[in-house]
Protein backbone atom coordinates (compact mmCIF):
# COMPACT_ATOMS: atom_id res chain seq x y z
CA UNK A 1 0.00 0.00 0.00
CA UNK A 2 1.22 3.79 -0.99
CA UNK A 3 2.72 5.90 1.84
CA UNK A 4 0.07 8.26 3.77
CA UNK A 5 0.10 11.74 2.51
CA UNK A 6 1.15 14.38 5.12
CA UNK A 7 -2.07 15.71 6.75
CA UNK A 8 -2.83 19.61 6.93
CA UNK A 9 -4.77 21.20 9.48
CA UNK A 10 -8.79 20.46 9.06
CA UNK A 11 -10.61 22.47 6.27
CA UNK A 12 -14.26 22.16 5.47
CA UNK A 13 -15.77 19.79 2.81
CA UNK A 14 -16.56 21.15 -0.20
CA UNK A 15 -19.20 18.80 -0.47
CA UNK A 16 -21.33 15.51 1.13
CA UNK A 17 -22.70 12.67 -0.07
CA UNK A 18 -23.67 9.45 0.39
CA UNK A 19 -25.07 6.23 -0.83
CA UNK A 20 -26.84 2.90 0.26
CA UNK A 21 -25.55 -0.42 -0.55
CA UNK A 22 -27.55 -2.57 -2.09
CA UNK A 23 -28.34 -6.75 -1.75
CA UNK A 24 -29.79 -8.82 -5.01
CA UNK A 25 -32.91 -10.54 -4.06
CA UNK A 26 -32.78 -12.76 -7.47
CA UNK A 27 -31.04 -12.85 -10.62
CA UNK A 28 -26.90 -11.86 -9.96
CA UNK A 29 -25.06 -12.92 -12.93
CA UNK A 30 -27.78 -14.01 -15.43
CA UNK A 31 -28.53 -9.90 -15.63
CA UNK A 32 -25.38 -9.85 -17.42
CA UNK A 33 -26.75 -11.77 -20.13
CA UNK A 34 -29.97 -9.91 -20.17
CA UNK A 35 -32.56 -11.95 -17.76
CA UNK A 36 -34.56 -10.22 -15.18
CA UNK A 37 -33.30 -9.29 -11.97
CA UNK A 38 -34.26 -7.68 -8.65
CA UNK A 39 -32.42 -5.89 -6.06
CA UNK A 40 -32.84 -3.17 -3.34
CA UNK A 41 -30.96 -1.00 -1.67
CA UNK A 42 -30.56 -0.97 1.97
CA UNK A 43 -30.50 0.69 5.56
CA UNK A 44 -26.63 0.87 5.21
CA UNK A 45 -24.44 3.58 3.71
CA UNK A 46 -21.35 4.92 2.18
CA UNK A 47 -20.58 8.61 3.05
CA UNK A 48 -17.87 10.73 0.67
CA UNK A 49 -16.69 14.08 1.74
CA UNK A 50 -14.70 16.15 -0.88
CA UNK A 51 -12.42 18.69 0.17
CA UNK A 52 -9.85 21.22 -1.15
CA UNK A 53 -6.48 19.01 -1.66
CA UNK A 54 -3.92 20.96 0.60
CA UNK A 55 -1.07 19.31 -1.41
CA UNK A 56 -2.32 20.02 -4.82
CA UNK A 57 -2.33 15.83 -5.25
CA UNK A 58 -5.88 13.62 -4.93
CA UNK A 59 -6.04 11.45 -2.21
CA UNK A 60 -8.47 9.07 -0.30
CA UNK A 61 -8.72 8.82 3.20
CA UNK A 62 -4.50 10.94 3.02
CA UNK A 63 -3.84 7.96 0.52
CA UNK A 64 -2.33 9.23 -2.96
CA UNK A 65 -5.31 8.50 -5.27
CA UNK A 66 -3.68 6.11 -7.78
CA UNK A 67 -5.09 4.50 -11.04
CA UNK A 68 -4.40 1.23 -9.62
CA UNK A 69 -6.33 1.60 -6.57
CA UNK A 70 -9.08 4.56 -6.75
CA UNK A 71 -9.57 3.62 -10.78
CA UNK A 72 -13.84 4.22 -9.58
CA UNK A 73 -12.93 7.83 -8.12
CA UNK A 74 -10.37 8.64 -10.88
CA UNK A 75 -13.17 8.09 -13.76
CA UNK A 76 -15.89 9.42 -11.47
CA UNK A 77 -14.29 13.19 -11.52
CA UNK A 78 -13.06 13.02 -14.92
CA UNK A 79 -16.41 11.67 -16.57
CA UNK A 80 -18.18 14.75 -14.03
CA UNK A 81 -15.48 17.07 -15.50
CA UNK A 82 -13.51 17.96 -12.02
CA UNK A 83 -10.06 19.87 -13.06
CA UNK A 84 -9.23 20.75 -9.54
CA UNK A 85 -7.34 18.28 -7.20
CA UNK A 86 -9.89 16.88 -4.34
CA UNK A 87 -9.31 15.22 -1.52
CA UNK A 88 -11.74 12.55 -0.44
CA UNK A 89 -12.47 11.28 2.88
CA UNK A 90 -15.02 8.06 3.10
CA UNK A 91 -16.56 6.29 5.94
CA UNK A 92 -18.93 3.13 5.47
CA UNK A 93 -20.96 0.95 6.98
CA UNK A 94 -20.90 -1.62 4.44
CA UNK A 95 -17.91 -4.62 4.33
CA UNK A 96 -16.31 -4.07 1.63
CA UNK A 97 -15.58 -6.40 -1.60
CA UNK A 98 -18.47 -8.53 0.33
CA UNK A 99 -21.68 -8.25 -2.17
CA UNK A 100 -23.07 -5.43 -0.37
CA UNK A 101 -22.48 -3.31 -3.43
CA UNK A 102 -19.65 -0.82 -1.09
CA UNK A 103 -17.99 -0.28 -4.22
CA UNK A 104 -21.17 0.60 -6.09
CA UNK A 105 -22.08 3.14 -3.30
CA UNK A 106 -18.94 4.53 -3.20
CA UNK A 107 -19.19 5.50 -6.52
CA UNK A 108 -22.84 6.47 -6.71
CA UNK A 109 -21.86 8.96 -4.00
CA UNK A 110 -18.36 10.41 -5.65
CA UNK A 111 -20.56 11.00 -8.85
CA UNK A 112 -23.39 12.96 -6.64
CA UNK A 113 -20.68 15.18 -4.92
CA UNK A 114 -18.54 15.66 -7.70
CA UNK A 115 -21.66 16.23 -10.26
CA UNK A 116 -22.71 18.89 -7.46
CA UNK A 117 -19.63 20.72 -7.49
CA UNK A 118 -19.50 20.70 -11.04
CA UNK A 119 -22.72 22.89 -10.86
CA UNK A 120 -24.78 19.81 -12.62
CA UNK A 121 -26.81 18.95 -9.55
CA UNK A 122 -28.62 21.33 -7.54
CA UNK A 123 -30.51 19.04 -5.20
CA UNK A 124 -30.41 20.59 -1.55
CA UNK A 125 -29.24 18.37 1.52
CA UNK A 126 -31.12 15.86 2.15
CA UNK A 127 -33.59 15.99 -0.75
CA UNK A 128 -34.85 13.16 -3.32
CA UNK A 129 -32.84 14.01 -6.70
CA UNK A 130 -34.96 14.91 -9.40
CA UNK A 131 -35.20 12.15 -12.54
CA UNK A 132 -32.77 14.07 -14.49
CA UNK A 133 -30.09 14.08 -11.41
CA UNK A 134 -30.57 10.68 -10.37
CA UNK A 135 -29.89 10.12 -14.18
CA UNK A 136 -26.66 11.97 -14.42
CA UNK A 137 -25.95 10.27 -11.09
CA UNK A 138 -26.37 6.88 -12.58
CA UNK A 139 -24.69 6.97 -15.71
CA UNK A 140 -21.93 8.67 -14.80
CA UNK A 141 -21.29 6.12 -11.87
CA UNK A 142 -21.81 3.12 -14.14
CA UNK A 143 -19.31 4.28 -16.44
CA UNK A 144 -16.91 5.26 -13.67
CA UNK A 145 -17.43 0.99 -12.59
CA UNK A 146 -17.93 0.53 -16.26
CA UNK A 147 -14.55 1.46 -17.16
CA UNK A 148 -12.64 0.70 -14.07
CA UNK A 149 -13.96 -3.34 -14.42
CA UNK A 150 -12.40 -3.18 -17.89
CA UNK A 151 -16.00 -2.80 -19.32
CA UNK A 152 -17.90 -5.39 -17.62
CA UNK A 153 -20.80 -5.55 -15.38
CA UNK A 154 -24.11 -4.99 -15.29
CA UNK A 155 -26.05 -1.42 -14.49
CA UNK A 156 -27.82 -2.97 -11.76
CA UNK A 157 -25.80 -2.07 -8.31
CA UNK A 158 -24.94 1.48 -9.63
CA UNK A 159 -28.47 2.11 -10.53
CA UNK A 160 -30.02 0.53 -7.26
CA UNK A 161 -27.59 2.80 -4.77
CA UNK A 162 -28.49 5.98 -6.93
CA UNK A 163 -32.34 5.42 -6.82
CA UNK A 164 -32.65 3.78 -3.72
CA UNK A 165 -35.94 1.55 -3.43
CA UNK A 166 -36.02 -1.13 -4.92
CA UNK A 167 -35.78 -1.87 -8.77
CA UNK A 168 -36.34 -4.69 -11.20
CA UNK A 169 -33.50 -5.08 -14.03
CA UNK A 170 -35.46 -6.29 -17.09
CA UNK A 171 -35.01 -6.73 -21.33
CA UNK A 172 -38.16 -5.31 -21.61
CA UNK A 173 -39.59 -1.94 -20.86
CA UNK A 174 -42.70 -2.75 -18.37
CA UNK A 175 -44.82 -0.19 -15.69
CA UNK A 176 -42.63 1.74 -12.98
CA UNK A 177 -39.64 2.08 -16.10
CA UNK A 178 -36.74 4.77 -14.69
CA UNK A 179 -34.76 4.74 -17.88
CA UNK A 180 -32.68 2.37 -20.64
CA UNK A 181 -28.65 1.45 -20.47
CA UNK A 182 -27.26 0.43 -23.28
CA UNK A 183 -24.08 -1.09 -23.46
CA UNK A 184 -22.13 -3.12 -26.19
CA UNK A 185 -24.58 -5.72 -27.58
CA UNK A 186 -26.68 -5.28 -24.01
CA UNK A 187 -29.50 -2.94 -23.05
CA UNK A 188 -31.20 -2.75 -19.62
CA UNK A 189 -34.54 -1.47 -18.78
CA UNK A 190 -34.50 -0.33 -14.92
CA UNK A 191 -38.10 0.00 -13.25
CA UNK A 192 -38.90 1.08 -9.45
CA UNK A 193 -40.15 -1.78 -8.14
CA UNK A 194 -42.28 -1.59 -4.54
CA UNK A 195 -40.64 -3.88 -2.50
CA UNK A 196 -41.98 -4.91 0.94
CA UNK A 197 -39.48 -3.60 3.62
CA UNK A 198 -38.21 -6.93 4.66
CA UNK A 199 -35.66 -7.65 7.06
CA UNK A 200 -32.95 -9.58 6.27
CA UNK A 201 -30.14 -11.33 8.04
CA UNK A 202 -26.90 -11.07 6.51
CA UNK A 203 -23.87 -13.36 6.97
CA UNK A 204 -20.35 -11.88 5.91
CA UNK A 205 -17.80 -14.89 5.12
CA UNK A 206 -14.89 -12.62 5.69
CA UNK A 207 -13.71 -13.49 2.20
CA UNK A 208 -13.33 -11.02 -0.31
CA UNK A 209 -14.78 -11.89 -3.90
CA UNK A 210 -13.83 -9.51 -6.70
CA UNK A 211 -16.99 -8.82 -8.89
CA UNK A 212 -14.92 -8.50 -12.56
CA UNK A 213 -13.36 -11.66 -11.65
CA UNK A 214 -16.48 -13.61 -10.84
CA UNK A 215 -18.07 -12.30 -13.92
CA UNK A 216 -15.24 -13.26 -15.90
CA UNK A 217 -15.40 -16.83 -14.80
CA UNK A 218 -19.06 -16.73 -15.40
CA UNK A 219 -18.45 -15.68 -19.00
CA UNK A 220 -16.19 -18.51 -19.39
CA UNK A 221 -17.92 -20.90 -18.51
CA UNK A 222 -21.39 -19.46 -20.78
CA UNK A 223 -18.73 -19.92 -23.46
CA UNK A 224 -18.24 -23.64 -23.57
CA UNK A 225 -21.19 -25.37 -21.74
CA UNK A 226 -24.79 -25.42 -23.27
CA UNK A 227 -26.05 -26.08 -19.42
CA UNK A 228 -24.45 -23.15 -18.32
CA UNK A 229 -26.31 -21.11 -20.63
CA UNK A 230 -29.99 -22.56 -19.94
CA UNK A 231 -29.16 -22.10 -16.20
CA UNK A 232 -28.68 -18.49 -16.79
CA UNK A 233 -32.08 -19.14 -18.24
CA UNK A 234 -33.26 -20.57 -15.47
CA UNK A 235 -32.58 -17.83 -13.26
CA UNK A 236 -34.39 -15.44 -15.39
CA UNK A 237 -37.55 -17.37 -15.19
CA UNK A 238 -36.67 -18.30 -11.33
CA UNK A 239 -36.94 -13.92 -11.28
CA UNK A 240 -40.29 -13.79 -13.11
CA UNK A 241 -42.04 -16.12 -10.66
CA UNK A 242 -40.14 -14.20 -7.65
CA UNK A 243 -41.60 -10.81 -8.99
CA UNK A 244 -45.37 -11.60 -7.91
CA UNK A 245 -44.47 -13.65 -4.62
CA UNK A 246 -42.69 -10.40 -3.31
CA UNK A 247 -45.68 -8.11 -4.32
CA UNK A 248 -47.73 -10.42 -2.03
CA UNK A 249 -45.39 -10.16 0.53
CA UNK A 250 -45.18 -14.21 0.36
CA UNK A 251 -42.17 -14.96 2.39
CA UNK A 252 -42.68 -18.50 2.26
CA UNK A 253 -42.38 -18.23 -1.89
CA UNK A 254 -39.99 -15.79 -1.58
CA UNK A 255 -38.08 -17.77 0.95
CA UNK A 256 -38.25 -20.91 -1.52
CA UNK A 257 -36.98 -19.36 -4.97
CA UNK A 258 -34.10 -17.61 -2.56
CA UNK A 259 -32.90 -21.12 -1.90
CA UNK A 260 -33.29 -22.42 -5.85
CA UNK A 261 -31.32 -19.30 -6.85
CA UNK A 262 -28.71 -20.26 -4.41
CA UNK A 263 -28.44 -23.48 -5.85
CA UNK A 264 -28.42 -22.13 -9.37
CA UNK A 265 -25.60 -20.01 -8.72
CA UNK A 266 -23.87 -23.09 -7.38
CA UNK A 267 -24.21 -24.62 -10.78
CA UNK A 268 -22.80 -21.38 -11.92
CA UNK A 269 -19.30 -22.32 -9.89
CA UNK A 270 -19.87 -18.79 -8.07
CA UNK A 271 -21.16 -19.85 -4.58
CA UNK A 272 -17.97 -21.54 -1.68
CA UNK A 273 -17.89 -24.23 0.52
CA UNK A 274 -18.18 -21.41 3.05
CA UNK A 275 -21.42 -19.37 1.28
CA UNK A 276 -22.82 -22.74 1.10
CA UNK A 277 -22.10 -23.88 5.05
CA UNK A 278 -23.73 -20.40 5.84
CA UNK A 279 -26.60 -20.81 3.55
CA UNK A 280 -27.35 -24.67 4.68
CA UNK A 281 -27.11 -23.41 8.47
CA UNK A 282 -29.68 -20.21 8.24
CA UNK A 283 -32.00 -22.06 6.30
CA UNK A 284 -33.03 -24.44 8.81
CA UNK A 285 -34.24 -21.19 10.65
CA UNK A 286 -35.22 -19.01 7.68
CA UNK A 287 -37.95 -19.12 5.13
CA UNK A 288 -34.93 -19.61 2.66
CA UNK A 289 -31.24 -18.16 2.41
CA UNK A 290 -28.63 -17.78 -0.87
CA UNK A 291 -25.62 -16.20 -1.61
CA UNK A 292 -26.05 -12.46 -2.82
CA UNK A 293 -23.64 -10.21 -5.22
CA UNK A 294 -21.01 -11.56 -7.37
CA UNK A 295 -20.22 -14.66 -4.43
CA UNK A 296 -16.74 -16.14 -4.60
CA UNK A 297 -16.90 -14.87 -1.04
CA UNK A 298 -18.29 -12.30 0.64
CA UNK A 299 -22.23 -12.36 1.98
CA UNK A 300 -24.85 -14.52 1.94
CA UNK A 301 -28.85 -13.24 2.90
CA UNK A 302 -31.51 -14.78 4.96
CA UNK A 303 -35.14 -14.13 5.10
CA UNK A 304 -36.60 -15.40 8.29
CA UNK A 305 -38.81 -14.07 11.34
CA UNK A 306 -36.00 -15.85 13.68
CA UNK A 307 -33.83 -13.38 13.45
CA UNK A 308 -32.00 -14.26 16.70
CA UNK A 309 -32.09 -17.88 16.12
CA UNK A 310 -30.28 -17.33 12.41
CA UNK A 311 -27.64 -14.82 13.84
CA UNK A 312 -26.38 -16.96 16.48
CA UNK A 313 -25.98 -19.98 13.99
CA UNK A 314 -24.39 -17.92 11.75
CA UNK A 315 -22.31 -16.51 14.54
CA UNK A 316 -21.45 -20.03 15.45
CA UNK A 317 -19.76 -20.63 11.92
CA UNK A 318 -17.59 -17.55 12.30
CA UNK A 319 -19.98 -15.18 10.21
CA UNK A 320 -20.25 -11.38 10.74
CA UNK A 321 -23.40 -10.71 10.84
CA UNK A 322 -25.87 -7.85 10.39
CA UNK A 323 -29.42 -7.41 10.05
CA UNK A 324 -30.61 -4.52 7.37
CA UNK A 325 -34.27 -3.06 5.72
CA UNK A 326 -34.64 -2.97 2.46
CA UNK A 327 -35.23 0.23 0.73
CA UNK A 328 -34.71 3.79 1.89
CA UNK A 329 -33.45 6.60 0.29
CA UNK A 330 -31.24 7.03 -2.73
CA UNK A 331 -28.10 8.99 -3.47
CA UNK A 332 -28.37 12.62 -1.92
CA UNK A 333 -26.11 15.31 -0.79
CA UNK A 334 -25.56 15.49 2.77
CA UNK A 335 -25.25 18.62 5.41
CA UNK A 336 -22.19 19.67 6.41
CA UNK A 337 -22.79 18.82 10.51
C1 LIG B 1 -22.86 -7.95 -8.62
O1 LIG B 1 -23.40 -7.27 -7.49
C2 LIG B 1 -23.93 -8.32 -9.57
C3 LIG B 1 -23.49 -9.13 -10.79
O2 LIG B 1 -24.70 -9.56 -11.46
C4 LIG B 1 -22.63 -8.32 -11.73
C5 LIG B 1 -23.38 -7.24 -12.48
O3 LIG B 1 -24.62 -7.28 -12.58
O4 LIG B 1 -22.70 -6.33 -12.97
C6 LIG B 1 -22.74 -10.38 -10.39
Not at 219 to 227: D, E, N, P, Q, V
Request: with cysteine; hydrophobic share 40%; net charge neutral.
Amino acid sequence: MATLMPEPPASRPLVIASAPGKVILFGEHAVVYGEPAIAAAVDRRVRLELLPSATGEPSVNWYPMREEHHAFLLNVFKLAGIEVALRAATTSDLPSAAGLGSSAALTAAAATAALSLAGTLTAEPGATLTPKEEEDVARVAYEAEWLAQGGSGSPTDTATSSHGGAILVDSSRGAGLIRTVTRADRTWHLHDLEVPRLTLVIGNTGARGRTADQVAKVKRLTMKSAFARETVRDIGALVREALPALKAGDAERIGRLMDRNHNLLCVLGVSTPKLDQLVEAARRTSYGAKLTGSGGGGCMIALTDRAAETTKNLERLGAEVYAVKLGGPGARIEPDA
